[in-house]
């Protein structure tokens, strides 16, 4: 059974920074990659950043570029998001997805599986 688990997320103050984690468990770790997404009311989730497990190449969005940063411990099957210099319009719930190609073009509909997702929320 593939598991994905977020943590991480808190209440902080502006100019503050997070770092969340996604726990991976039940499938191939090389086979797949992970991307970090987060909710945006009336619209689909939010691309932030992926990776591909099988070689580290990492990818950004224009939302995450320059604040946050994507990285992977892979013996703990753990993806990271690192998020500098919070703003309060990044208050939402962040979560993880996996899915079992690169993620070259990917988006929301691309993920095979997702957490239940972690909050973050930041104050003025």
């Known amino acids: 059974e593939v598991r994905l688990v977020e943590s991480g997320g808190a209440f902080v103050q502006a100019g503050g920074s997070l770092r969340l984690s996604c726990a991976a468990s039940?499938?191939?770790?090389?086979?797949?990659?992970i991307g970090w997404f987060r909710h945006v009311p009336g619209k689909a989730r939010q691309g932030l950043s992926c990776?591909?497990?099988?070689?580290?190449?990492?990818f950004y969005t224009d939302s995450a570029k320059g604040r946050f940063t994507i990285f992977s411990d892979n013996e703990k099957r753990t993806v990271y998001l690192q998020m500098n210099n919070l703003k309060p319009e990044d208050t939402t719930v962040y979560y993880c997805?996996?899915?079992?190609?690169?993620?070259?073009?990917?988006?929301?509909?691309?993920?095979?599986?997702w957490g239940r997702g972690t909050q973050v929320t930041v104050s003025s």
């Open positions: 997805g996996a899915m079992q190609r690169s993620c070259s073009g990917y988006t929301a509909r691309s993920m095979d599986y």
């Open positions: 990776i591909n497990n099988s070689n580290g190449k990492t």
């Open positions: 039940g499938f191939t770790w090389d086979d797949y990659s």
